[in-house]
């Protein structure tokens, strides 16, 4: 059975309603990251970090997994031998069934603690408290990472990358390392497709890979049904 791989980014849950990061009203054109989204910026100032994660979190809880998202989750039904990674915090691929969900920078649904980066807890309901702490004893914080943090399941996404028969890439614009590497761990004849209405950043894969210009929730589809019939 074909090892099929996919890599999502926000660009698959924008139909979902939820913005990106790098288009022109995307997040990081209303937030500074440095606010928001660093190591730094939790030890200087971190109610103001939880409460930009309760916000996205407050739109994560009333989003809805789109077309695309269910798409991939019946090819997971389909060929159990694909694997899901994301850039994303939000559960849409979970909600839409898919399951092993490989999340490199966090979940939105979780906190976690402040001294072990793999120590996590659910939060029910969109806001987390500041001031709350971990069964360790330490400050509970968003269970995200922050830029300049470690990526600690990005080995293991780089195992499952390097056995792909096939990448399928949605919805990122492969700005953000080490995620955006990924595509380097594929096998060199591995056929990879993209799904992406805008141009990501290809480098040397630009003339090797099927771009298919379209949004998410028009390209994944057909995209699945061709990948389950073949
Ligand atoms: N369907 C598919 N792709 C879309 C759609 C859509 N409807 N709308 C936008 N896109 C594409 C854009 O063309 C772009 O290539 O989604 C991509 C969004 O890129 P970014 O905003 O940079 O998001 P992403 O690549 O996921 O960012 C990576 O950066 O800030 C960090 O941790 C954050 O995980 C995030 C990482």
């Not at 606010?35 to 994660?53: G, I, K, M, S």
């Not at 309901?125 to 330490?138: L, T």
């Not at 040397?204 to 057909?222: C, D, F, L, M, Y």
């Amino acid at each position: 059975m074909k090892n099929i791989v996919v890599l999502t980014g926000a660009g698959i849950s924008a139909e979902s309603g939820l913005g990106t990061f790098r288009d022109s009203d995307g997040l990081w054109e209303k937030y500074r990251i440095e606010d928001v989204c660093t190591h730094e910026a939790w030890e200087r100032n971190p109610q103001l970090c939880v409460d930009f994660y309760n916000a996205r979190r407050r739109d994560v809880l009333a989003a809805q997994p789109n077309a695309a998202h269910l798409a991939l989750a019946k090819l997971q039904q389909a060929v159990p031998s694909t694997t899901i990674i994301t850039q994303n915090i939000d559960d849409l691929h979970e909600r839409a069934g898919s399951t092993g969900v490989v999340h490199l920078h966090g979940e939105i649904t979780k906190l976690r603690s402040s001294i072990d980066e793999l120590a996590t807890v659910d939060l029910d309901g969109w806001e987390q408290h500041y001031g709350d702490r971990h069964p360790d004893g330490s400050l509970l914080r968003p269970y995200i990472v922050f830029f300049n943090e470690g990526v600690p399941y990005f080995s293991h996404a780089c195992a499952i990358a390097s056995k792909a028969d096939i990448l399928v890439i949605v919805g990122t614009s492969l700005n953000v390392y080490p995620a955006a590497s990924l595509i380097e761990y594929a096998p060199e004849n591995c056929p990879v497709y993209l799904v992406d209405p805008g141009t990501p950043n290809l480098g040397r894969w630009r003339n090797r890979i099927t771009h298919i210009q379209s949004k998410a929730t028009e390209g994944v589809p057909p995209l699945v049904e061709q990948l389950i019939a073949d």
